[in-house]
């Protein structure tokens, strides 16, 4: 009748070309391509006087909705498809900005917190583990996606929920911290040990990488005890927090460079905090880094 429609039910595809053989006359017009994702409501308008960063988060926006489906976001929609935890805690605070993501993101950490094993592990995607490689940063998402989810939605339920599997990761990654207080790799395997990835350049090292995020969660478990009421683990993981992030200072600033190292490392020291002459030392570090990379 030529009033059907035809796609695929249960898959998608992501594309910027499309070649269709084995019909004669058929016209542009006859052709519909459908957007498909999790149904996620926009919750906020970017508007800026620089059209180049309106069309960058138009972009964005489009290849986010991309990659949600089933209330788990993959890392592309074309190749992997997988529901990395890496990806999801690194892109959590811009689709939260963006969207309305409460039932989406209550769903999907709750496949992360189901996904987590007994002695504390999570794993570089949920709620399947994909066949590629993640780290400590990747099982982060258990501790950054329910705190940014709080900050964003104000659910105290959520995160009580969280608590508990927050603290055991922290503990899970304290079984590779030497004497220092400094996180190593727990495997040889380059694999299942990324920091960083994809990097301009260089990815910079595992260590500092690994590093930050113990501190980063022992900083946000300490914050959730003291939004939850849990006042005995306040201090506790503060003091973590803080030995950490003393034990990354002591460990990766080169005092002859007056830098942590190239490729992102003085980012993450930015971040986390440091004594103000290394601050100052870390900021003309960092924009000669950038210059060198542009």
């Given amino acids: 009748s030529g ?43 970017f508007q800026t006087s620089n059209p180049l960063l309106n069309q960058i988060n138009k972009i964005w926006r489009r290849a986010q909705l991309d990659n949600m489906h089933g209330s788990v976001a993959s890392d592309c929609p074309h190749r992997e498809r997988s529901a990395y935890t890496g990806d999801g805690q690194a892109a959590c605070v811009a689709v939260m900005h963006n969207f309305d993501g ?19 592990y999570v794993p570089n995607g949920a709620p399947w583990q994909p066949g590629c490689g993640g780290g400590p940063a990747w099982g982060a998402a258990i501790a ?15 995160l009580r929920e969280n608590y508990e599997p927050m603290k055991r990761y922290v503990e899970w990654m304290l079984r590779w911290v030497d004497e220092d207080g400094v996180m190593h790799a727990k495997d040889p395997q380059k694999w299942k040990n990324l920091g960083d990835w994809v990097a301009p350049r260089q990815n910079p090292p595992v260590e500092v990488v690994h590093t930050f995020y113990l501190w980063m969660c022992a900083d946000i478990v300490a914050r959730s005890a003291e939004a939850l009421g849990e006042r005995a683990d306040v201090g506790r993981f503060q003091a973590l927090a803080e030995r950490t992030r ?17 490729y992102g490392c003085n980012v993450f020291a930015l971040k986390m905090g440091m004594p103000e002459p290394f601050q100052n030392h870390a900021l003309e570090a960092l924009k000669s880094n950038i210059a060198e990379v542009g």
Avoid at 109 to 119: E, L, Y
């Fill in 246 to 262: 003393k034990a990354f200072h002591s460990r990766f600033y080169n005092p002859s460079t007056k830098s942590y190292g190239k």
């Fill in 144 to 158: 950054i996606m329910p705190w940014e989810y709080y900050l964003h939605y104000g659910d105290v339920q959520l």
């Fill in 102 to 120: 409460r039932a989406f993101y209550n769903k999907w950490i709750r496949d992360i917190r189901g996904a987590q094993t007994p002695d504390g």
């Fill in 3 to 45: 009033n059907e429609s035809y796609h695929a039910r249960f898959t998608w595809f992501v594309f910027s070309k499309v070649e269709i053989r084995g019909l004669e006359n058929l016209a542009a017009e006859q052709i519909e391509a459908q957007a498909v994702h999790s149904d996620v409501a926009v919750a906020s308008r």
